[in-house]
């Protein structure tokens, strides 16, 4: 043991003496493997936090989701996944009551607050969970309590609420004083109760709520809101489930077909349903997913983009390993004569191999911690980057299994990149290592050859990135360029919340009037609207309709987005009117009711028809708001979104009016304006909070995000990749001019042209590089298929990309090639003659 010490410390020590006495190979092999670990690992770390990472409760991997896709009768809103992962509230009870296989069974709701206090107002993150949500979650207070089913009785009865952690030690210093205190949320006075543990962020990855406040709340927390708590046909809550030790998913989905079949026959039965809508509703199954993760909507969306990076960093690290190795090589052809005299003097093979791999593992360790610090400086570097509202709040820096991964990757890569050129350079032949030039010719084409073969794959891995940075490039430049239906610039947008202080609908449409027409007479103002929900937010309302003169098929969905919006909205936004009016003043809570439809709406359910005149209706009523405007398609999520059936209808006829999203068109920079729009709104109402203020350019902008990270961080990493290869071109180029300095004399003393030597060196860059070129535009076109997705306005095999990334690999070959072709024509025949 003691001499198997003592030989690592000498290893070690020989390493490092080595390794100094090589202080530019050791730098260009340190910053290539830090580029190589660092991205690795910081991808890794958002990989793992949003794809890997279960919720912070005890055994996790007994939580379950719950989904019944099929009809929803009534009013739904959307989960991520459809229709399908929502339930009444009546429903969950029943549920939670008859499913014995369940531990628990969890509900809850995220909503916006206003929380009042120290002479001001400000927002905040709430949930509203059912009274078994912590139990059923295994989460213990950090001091007080937490609910209990003694906090879900009546509706109204239980003005309790629950902080998180986070939340306290900001807004209330951590100060335990402020257990039973009281807490004016959304006008309502709540009792704190307790503090949830720290490291307790929700069930949601992404959104960490701050307040917690029983379900039973909800008419005091959403007074304007149309679903409501007792209501069988209001469909709004996501449920989560605890499974028993010992039962398996599969086991519980079937145990529970059929309670829950029976429950569906006491709701159709209570809600009426017949015919052929009750067949299906009947039909539905009770579907058990893995809810180890919770709700996984930030999961849904960054997967793709997550995946993706995580191929070309690895991509990127295979080309940091090939440049590594053919380094390696290189100096072991270098250190040919030291190694043939080690081995004459009695050295074992394997002995020298275990001394050339120290040395790949000493390069490996501090390559390795530059890339933990490069990585944790990038990791720090997107988060900040990630702008607020999108759902990816909260995620960590680097933890203990980031930081493991880091240095499994670290031994993974000393040994990729140290194994096979150490065994090469000492399997050598002692009596012809010794000999002088002539072997030494033999031996450095055998090490020329293998390089070439590293460098081939270099450029292969770096023409794949190229292809799909290129592609996602494409993309965000045709989403960028992307016909929206509106004009986004010169507009600020904001939004407030009058309903969250207890204004009424009446109260909320009285404080719209007053603030468009207060901001409507500032300079520079050339008009001002609003409107219920806000654009590019990612935030959808549907319902289905029943349109005059169109027979609805019964396995037909006559479902369409919508929006309350204010007068003036579609000039102020910019989006054209095609026929009809906008809407009036005049449109007001008594008189006709009335919508405007966009042409998507009206090709499918008016084709040739005039739609003016003609009427709609929520569900399956008969038809009784009057279309009085027809406008032009225009994006609503997302620039890459698809336009879909919509419908606008006047927010003065919203019988719920709440929260208010505005837009004021100016005639310069918009953000100039926003301080003395946000004094406007501080004098009629200093304590109700102004969010998200800023041009609506910047909201498109945030709804690309996804794009812009994946297309700015590829176009990154292809650039590192590219930058690599081209410093392995040039390692072989000159080592191969280098070696052949003798041969290339001897071509110029005998007469060879300047242009002869340099298309010689040139020609065997382009040769490899074609190769390597070739493989990876193949190889790419195969995989075409993993980027689909992420694509806008680009085929994955789109020509002028590929076309572009063979040119931007033959300047890359140029230069790279061009110092050594230089080098070999400026060699003096009588110095070569001499060169040994």
Known sequence: MGDGMETLFQDLRYGVRMLRKSPGFTTVAVLTLALGIGANTAIFSLTNQILLRTLPVPNPEQLVRLRSPGPNPGRVRTAFDGDAGVFSYPMYKDLRERASLFYGLLAWFDLELNVSGRGSTETAKGELVSGNYFETLGVNPAFGRLFSMSDETAPGANPVAVLSYGYWSRHFGADPSILNKPLTVNRISLTVVGVARKGFVGVQVGITPDIFIPLTMKAQMMPEDILKLGDRDDHWLPLIARLKPGMTRQQAQAALQPTYAALLQEEANLLKISGHDRTQFLAKPLQLKDGSQGQPILQYHAEAPLLLLTGMVALVLLVACANLAGLLVARGEARHREIAVRLAMGAGRWRLVRQLLTES????????????????????????????????????????????????????TSALFGLAPAIRATGVDLQTRLKDQASNVSEGRSNVGLRKVLIAGQVALTAMLLIGAGLLARTMVNLERANLGLHPDQILQFSVAPNLNGASPVQTLAFSDRVQREIAVMPRVRSVTASVLPIFADEDAGFNITPEGYVVRPDEEADVLYDYVGPSYFSTMGIPLIAGREFLDADSATSQ?????????????????????????????????????????????????????????????????????????????????????????????????????????????????????????????????ALLAMLGIYGVLAYVVARRTREIGIRIALGSQPKAILRLVIGQG???????????????????????????????????????????????????????????????????????
């Open 361 to 412: 593992l000493l390069i490996a360790i501090v390559g390795g911690t530059a890339g933990l610090a490069l990585a944790s400086w990038c990791l720090k570097t997107m988060i900040a980057a990630i702008p607020p509202g999108i759902g990816m709040s909260g995620l960590a820096t680097l933890d203990l299994r980031v930081l493991s991964f880091a240095v499994a990757l670290t031994l993974f």
């Open 593 to 721: 009711r009335v919508v405007i439809i966009n042409q998507t709406l009206a090709r499918r359910f008016f084709a040739g028809r005039n739609p003016i005149g003609m009427h709609i209706a929520r569900g399956t009523s008969k038809p009784d708001m009057q279309i009085v405007g027809l406008v032009g398609d225009s994006k609503w999520d997302t620039p890459a979104s698809t336009i879909v059936p919509f419908l606008y209808e006047p927010y003065t006829q919203d019988p719920q009016l709440g929260p208010l999203s505005f837009y004021v068109r100016t005639e310069g920079d918009p953000v100039a304006m926003a301080a003395a729009v946000r004094g406007v709104i501080e004098q009629i109402d200093p304590t109700l909070p102004v969010n998200n203020m800023r041009a609506l350019t910047q909201q498109v902008s945030n709804s690309m995000f996804n794009y812009q990270l994946v297309a700015t961080l590829s176009a990154s990493l292809a650039a590192v990749a």
């Open 766 to 836: 382009v040769a490899f590089t074609a190769i390597g070129g070739a493989i990876g535009v193949l190889t790419a076109l195969l995989a075409s298929q993993w980027v689909v997705s992420l694509l806008y306005g680009v085929t994955a095999r789109d020509p002028l990309t590929f076309v572009g990334v063979i040119v931007l690999l033959a300047l890359v070959s140029g230069a790279a090639c061009w110092i050594p072709a230089r080098r070999a024509m400026r060699i003096d025949p009588m110095v070569a003659l001499r060169h040994e």
